[in-house]
Protein backbone atom coordinates (compact mmCIF):
# COMPACT_ATOMS: atom_id res chain seq x y z
CA UNK A 1 0.00 0.00 0.00
CA UNK A 2 1.57 3.30 -1.21
CA UNK A 3 2.06 6.13 2.05
CA UNK A 4 -0.73 8.53 2.29
CA UNK A 5 0.84 11.55 2.65
CA UNK A 6 3.28 12.84 -0.19
CA UNK A 7 5.32 15.49 0.25
CA UNK A 8 6.90 16.34 -2.95
CA UNK A 9 10.43 17.71 -3.56
CA UNK A 10 11.16 21.53 -2.86
CA UNK A 11 9.96 24.34 -4.82
CA UNK A 12 12.20 27.07 -6.06
CA UNK A 13 11.14 28.97 -2.69
CA UNK A 14 11.96 25.92 -0.65
CA UNK A 15 7.89 24.89 -0.15
CA UNK A 16 6.87 21.29 -0.25
CA UNK A 17 3.67 20.34 -1.91
CA UNK A 18 1.71 17.79 0.84
CA UNK A 19 -0.85 15.69 -0.73
CA UNK A 20 -3.04 13.51 2.05
CA UNK A 21 -5.14 10.82 -0.32
CA UNK A 22 -4.25 12.28 -3.49
CA UNK A 23 -6.01 15.37 -1.54
CA UNK A 24 -3.43 19.04 -2.02
CA UNK A 25 -3.09 20.31 1.46
CA UNK A 26 -1.24 23.29 0.34
CA UNK A 27 2.46 23.93 0.71
CA UNK A 28 4.72 23.42 3.76
CA UNK A 29 8.15 25.71 4.58
CA UNK A 30 9.01 23.63 7.54
CA UNK A 31 7.94 20.71 9.92
CA UNK A 32 5.69 23.02 11.37
CA UNK A 33 3.86 23.74 8.84
CA UNK A 34 3.53 20.47 8.07
CA UNK A 35 2.38 19.59 11.64
CA UNK A 36 -0.11 22.15 11.12
CA UNK A 37 -1.36 21.02 7.85
CA UNK A 38 -2.04 17.90 9.22
CA UNK A 39 -3.87 19.16 12.50
CA UNK A 40 -5.84 21.22 10.36
CA UNK A 41 -7.68 17.78 8.36
CA UNK A 42 -7.79 16.13 12.23
CA UNK A 43 -5.63 13.19 11.23
CA UNK A 44 -5.66 10.92 14.17
CA UNK A 45 -2.42 11.55 16.23
CA UNK A 46 -1.27 14.13 13.96
CA UNK A 47 0.58 15.85 16.93
CA UNK A 48 2.87 12.95 17.86
CA UNK A 49 2.91 11.40 14.43
CA UNK A 50 6.39 10.15 12.96
CA UNK A 51 7.06 11.90 9.92
CA UNK A 52 9.72 9.56 9.38
CA UNK A 53 7.40 6.74 9.21
CA UNK A 54 7.72 5.83 5.31
CA UNK A 55 4.46 3.44 5.97
CA UNK A 56 2.45 6.71 6.29
CA UNK A 57 4.79 9.30 4.37
CA UNK A 58 6.65 9.53 1.05
CA UNK A 59 9.40 12.11 1.04
CA UNK A 60 10.56 13.28 -2.39
CA UNK A 61 13.35 14.81 -3.04
CA UNK A 62 14.59 14.49 0.54
CA UNK A 63 13.78 13.63 3.81
CA UNK A 64 11.77 15.65 6.28
CA UNK A 65 15.01 17.64 7.51
CA UNK A 66 15.46 19.00 3.84
CA UNK A 67 13.35 22.34 3.28
CA UNK A 68 15.85 24.33 1.10
CA UNK A 69 15.41 24.54 -2.70
Known amino acids: ?4 IVIHQPDDQ ?3 RVHVDGT ?3 MAY ?3 DLRELLRRVELPGWDGI ?6 LFRWEG ?3 ESWEP
Not at 50 to 55: A, K, R
Open 62 to 64: GGP
Open 50 to 55: DITDGS
Open 14 to 16: GGR
Open 24 to 26: ILG
Open 1 to 4: MDPR
Open 30 to 32: SEN
